[in-house]
Each structure stands twice: as structure tokens, then as C-alpha cells.
């Protein structure tokens, strides 16, 4: 393991390490408090288990302890300064010491394990809001870690996070802004696609029951357009209504489920087509649909999605894909 010496936590401004241990015993609103701080840390050094920091030269453990004012501080871990003057967190607020090669939790066998709780004993909980946090924090790691860098399903991870964190994250506006554009309600997308706005509306009323969410247009070059042209989903789609698109019918109201694609079934899962008709050697597609999690899925996974969404935890939103696919 890489020295853990020195890490600044610059959202806390303090050099804390919070373990996975720590932040399972957090109510939800210790946990809300420290979230940013959280995120901080494992973007920067991970979150280690406390058998990680036992005994480790690098760290300090802090004994549980309650102040004069009566607050119960629980025992944690604080990285060691090294005393080398400035690098010390006595001396500096922004050193962030070195990015400690720890293990990020990831899919095993039979399931997933975090915080030394088993995924179903996390969907039991009695209290259903804590029970949301803890789970989002668990997508947002193991999709962030294992689906991104493991399975690099880079529009699944990105689909997740736009709902999880919002489209002001730095790495968020950059893949909307090369994929698409973002429109902040229904009405706004009506000067360009007038047509499709009573279905979209239609579509956002029963999956989210709202009047209005913001949506994402992506273009024909768009990543997830691409993958979309090269799935044996939309292939197969093509084939089955190959007379029709060759004899110039648009075809409307039918859907498309992406199954063997990892990275367009944890996107996008079932999609509306709005729109596919042929266009000379092409045909254009244009698809619709909601980031949302179906509560009576049997996956444990879309179990725990659908208890953050539950929760309001994620910001409801859809999509619109442009598609071109040659014949």
C-alpha cells in the first residue's frame, strides 16, 4: 500500500480518513453532512476497511471520546504527518499526500460486499432512507470503480452519475457537451423536435410522475448513438422491419430492449423508438427514453437503484438518441 502520510482532506480541510466501517454506522444526516468530503477522499486516496489502517505506520488512531459540550466523537483514523515542514497538515491546508493503492470494493462472488454488509442485508434495513444513502454511496463507488475502469461502460457510468451528482460536475458537462445538448425543461426542446413533445411529456408523466424534467438530446456521433448503431439489438429491429423502412414507412410506437449489450442495458435497459425511417443508404432512428429504475425488477442492483430514486436521491431526466444506421 502506498504512504498514506499527509493526506488533506480540502473539503473538511482536515486529515481524517474515513473508513468503509465509518461511514456505515453514519445516520443519514451525518452522512449528508460528510458526503462531499467522502467523495473527496475517494476520489483522491479510495476508502480503505479498517483492517487496511490496523497497525499501519501511516495513521493515527483517534480513540472515541465526547467533548465538553457533551457531542460523542467516535474512535477514527487521521493520516500521520510526516514532519517534513511544510507537508505537515499543521503547516499546510492543501497537501494530499500520496494516492493510497487501495482496493475498491468490486462484484464477487455471489454478490457484492462493502462495509461488511451483504447487499440484501443493505435493501432490508429498517430504516428506508438511511438504507437509500447507503446504497447510493455503494452505486456511486462500485459503478464509478468497477464499471468505469473494470467494465469501461463509459455512457452507463456517465448515465448514473448525471442522475446521482448533476450536470455541473466538471467530467458530466464535458460528456454532455461532446454528446449532446441539455435541455432544462420540455418546452425548450419543442423548437426542435415539436413533434415529439406530447410523447415525451406522456413518458415523463408515468415514469417519474412529473410534469417536467430536464432532458438530454444526443447527437448522430454521439458515443451512445454509436453503440447504439452497432448493437445486435438494433440490428435485429432493422431486420424485422426491413420492407417497411425500404418502402419509405416510418415506423413509430415500437420498443427496443438492450440484453447482451452491458454498457446499453445498464444506460438505457428498454427504449421508445419515436421515429425510424429509411433516408437513401440510411436509416434514421431516434429513440426516447427516462433514466428510471423499475421497483418490481428482481435484480438486486435495480432494487437498490430503484430505493435511491425512491428516496429522491437521484434527479430524474431523458433522453433523446439520434441514430443513423446504414442499410
Known sequence: MANLRNFINAIANDNRIYTAEDI??????????????????????GIPRESDLVGNPDVIYVRGYTRDDGTEVRAHYRSKPDGVGSSNYEHSGTSTGAS??????????GGITYNDYNFSDILTKDNHYESAILNKLILDLG????????????????????????VTQKSIEEYIKRNGKIYNNIEDIVNDFPQ????????????????????IVFHENSSIANAVNQSNELKKFIDQN?????????IKGKSISFENNGN????????????????????????????DFNPHDKNWKVQMGSRVQEANLLAPYYTIIKCRYKF
Not at 468505469?148 to 456517465?158: C, F, G, R, S, T
Not at 435497459?269 to 427514453?289: Q, T
Open 264 to 291: 446499453l442495458h445498464n444506460a438505457l435497459g428498454k427504449v421508445d423508438i419515436l421515429s425510424a425511417k429509411s433516408n437513401n443508404d440510411y436509416v434514421d432512428i431516434v429513440v426516447l427514453d427516462t433514466y
Open 100 to 109: 493510497a493503492n487501495i482496493e475498491q470494493p468490486t462484484v464477487l462472488e
Open 196 to 215: 415529439y413533445k406530447e410523447q415525451i411529456k406522456s413518458k415523463v408523466k408515468s415514469q417519474f410522475g412529473k410534469e417536467d424534467v430536464p432532458g
Open 143 to 166: 459503478i464509478n470503480t468497477y464499471g468505469k475502469y473494470i467494465l469501461k461502460q463509459d455512457d452507463a457510468v456517465n448515465m448514473w452519475n448525471i442522475a446521482s451528482k448533476g
Open 24 to 45: 456505515g454506522k453514519m445516520t443519514s444526516n451525518e452522512f449528508m453532512a460528510n458526503e462531499k468530503a467522502i467523495d473527496y477522499q475517494f476520489k483522491n486516496l
Open 242 to 250: 426491413y420492407l417497411d423502412l425500404k418502402s419509405g414507412k416510418e
